[in-house]
């Protein structure tokens, strides 16, 4: 696990992670089935299935600041996360993210009713730059762990937390 302080990262890396974040694949499971989840959309199928959650965190621990690990490194750190989800009672379901050309796909979880603030400390603390979240009824919001690079725009479903 890592502190709390601040990401160090370069900003181009971040533009270029930024785009990455904003174009890949994510889905949440329910049974055997695998349903999408779409940055500034919202969730309808989440929404129907879990009526009383307030809001969903789509978040990974695999990868800290979208550096690859080994296998077991990553398989270590999503038993510490689903351990800290358990500890907390919030509800969690199996989720993942990945790219559009498959070329990474990462393992996740998505916690229902954790409010923002505990939800980006938990990111910190798995040192994820990139997770989602959002309000029920409400487009999905990608969460940055970064101050925003100056020239950014369009970024309308992002939110800089630094």
């Known amino acids: 696990m890592t502190t709390l302080e601040p990401h160090p990262i370069d900003e181009s890396r971040l533009i270029a992670l930024l785009h990455v974040y904003l174009a890949a694949r994510y889905r949440w499971q329910y049974r055997d089935d695998w349903h999408d989840i779409v940055i500034g959309l919202p969730t309808p199928g989440l929404d129907l299935r879990y009526p009383e959650a307030p809001s ?3 978040i990974s621990a695999w990868n800290p600041l979208s550096v690859a690990k080994s296998g077991a490194e990553n398989r270590r750190a999503d038993r510490q996360l689903e351990a800290r989800l358990a500890a ?3 509800p969690h379901i199996p989720a993942f993210a990945s790219a559009a050309d498959r070329s990474w796909r990462e393992p996740s979880w998505i916690v229902f009713g954790m409010e923002a603030p505990a939800f980006d400390a938990l990111g910190r603390e798995f040192a994820q730059l990139g997770t989602l979240w959002w309000r029920s009824g409400q487009p999905v919001r990608l969460r940055i762990d970064a ?5 950014i725009e369009g970024d309308r479903h992002v939110d800089w937390l630094r």
Request: aromatic content about 10%; glycine content about 28%.
């Open 56 to 58: 969903y965190g789509l």
């Open 88 to 90: 907390t009672g919030l």
């Open 147 to 151: 101050a925003r690079p100056a020239g």
